[in-house]
Nanobody
Framework: QVRLVESGGGLVQVGGSLTLSCLAS????????MGWFRQAPGKERQFVAS????????LYESSVKGRFTISRDNANNTLFLQMNNLNPEDTAVYYC?????????????????WGQGTQVTVSS
């Protein structure tokens, strides 16, 4: 079955960087678009970034554009999120998601599979 496992979260100071990874298994990774979402306590799940099947098209939420970079390694079934210049508003549980389409999407309801999440905490 489809399985998504995130890693790379942790505690970082303001202005620091983290790289999240999401290892996918159970399907042909390059067949699906992928996305990163986050959820802070008491808030709804929020779109962060998405990428199409071959990595040629990326979309970003406005507050992370220029600071975060989404990428994928189809040979190794892995999705990445490079996060730079982190601030306290980036604190959340980050989830990777797979969509059974080659086209990326910003709407979490369009994604079919989800990982368990990884906590990112930015301290001021």
């Amino acid at each position: 079955q489809v399985r998504l496992v995130e890693s790379g979260g942790g505690l970082v100071q303001v202005g620091g960087s983290l790289t999240l990874s999401c290892l996918a298994s159970g399907y042909t990774f390059s067949d699906y678009a992928m996305g990163w979402f986050r959820q802070a306590p008491g808030k709804e799940r929020q779109f962060v970034a998405s990428i199409n099947w071959n990595g040629g098209i990326q979309l970003y939420e406005s507050s992370v554009k220029g600071r975060f970079t989404i990428s994928r390694d189809n040979a190794n079934n892995t999705l990445f999120l490079q996060m730079n210049n982190l601030n306290p508003e980036d604190t959340a549980v980050y989830y990777c998601a797979a969509r059974t389409s080659i086209a990326q999407n910003m709407n979490p309801s369009r994604y079919d599979y989800w990982g368990q999440g990884t906590q990112v905490t930015v301290s001021s």
